[in-house]
């Protein structure tokens, strides 16, 4: 019984001490002891010593002029070391599995490669007629679902120099327009665009930083890709690239 007791102290005492890690937000990025404290529902005592051995292990920093405590070097660290072996081709296959079941097209992840977009995975459609890219293939940010919702997402020097590579004025004018739309509903289509015949949907992937390097699309014949269908699609692949955002440590 008094070892069960001991461990049960331990298990709080390792949980209150990420309790007090997560106290920590972009918006408060420093705290004062009787800050932490009150976060975490703990007595000063008990929260002073906690600090102490998360100061220890290099997880905490405390100022010595403002006293106020922020994350240390090794939480950079460790977050480092986990951004390293949280490859977005392993996170996304899964979830590209299933919307392929669902929708039964074929799913691409495709990946910001300078000015340009690459398709890094691929699930091929469960149909006999299918689209398909090449895993490799360079594509233009200009056209089609997955090029856009990426340009859709990138700063205004990035969309500068690829509005220069659209080949017309009415093109860019139409391009322009929708990526405002893109931004808003956070989901891009085209139909007949970058291929004749084909047509696709696709939906930012967010990382850790709010930013955008990749997306998931799905795609097939322009024939199947009906009015009802397409709105089908865009939910599903909406909620496939979200639950990847989250995976990679995005939080809106």
Same mark, same amino acid.
């Given at each position: ?15 209150? %001490? ?18 932490? %404290? ?33 994350? #240390?070097? #090794?939480?950079?660290?460790? #977050? ?133 390097? %990749? ?33 990679? #440590?995005?939080?809106?």
């Amino acid at each position: 019984m008094q070892e069960e007791k001991k461990h049960e102290a331990g298990l709080r005492t390792v949980q209150r %001490a990420i309790d007090i890690l997560y106290c920590f937000t972009l918006e408060e990025q420093e705290l004062s002891l009787t800050e932490i %404290a009150k976060k975490i529902s703990l007595a000063k005592s008990t929260t002073t010593r906690l600090l102490a051995t998360l100061e220890q292990n290099r997880l905490i920093v405390k100022d010595p002029e403002t006293l106020k405590y922020r994350l #240390g070097q #090794g939480v950079y660290y460790l #977050g480092y070391i986990a951004g390293k072996s949280m490859e977005v081709r392993e996170i996304a296959r899964p979830v590209m599995e299933r919307l392929r079941d669902e929708t039964r097209e074929t799913v691409n992840l495709y990946v910001l490669e300078q000015d340009a977009r690459v398709c890094i995975e691929q699930c091929e459609g469960l149909q006999a007629l299918r689209h398909m890219v090449r895993i490799g293939e360079r594509l233009p940010l200009w056209a089609g679902a997955g090029g856009k919702v990426l340009l859709a997402y990138q700063s205004p020097e990035v969309q500068e120099r690829i509005f220069a590579q659209v080949p017309t004025k009415e093109r860019l004018d139409r391009l322009t327009a929708e990526l405002e739309a893109i931004r808003e509903r956070g989901v891009a289509s085209s139909v007949d665009e970058r291929e004749v015949g084909s047509a696709a949907v696709a939906a930012p992937i967010f990382d850790i930083r709010g930013e955008v390097g %990749a997306c998931l699309s799905v795609s097939g014949p322009a024939h199947r890709f009906t009015r009802e269908v397409m709105e089908q699609f865009k939910r599903l692949v909406k909620e496939g690239a979200q639950a990847i955002s989250e995976k990679l #440590g995005y939080r809106p």
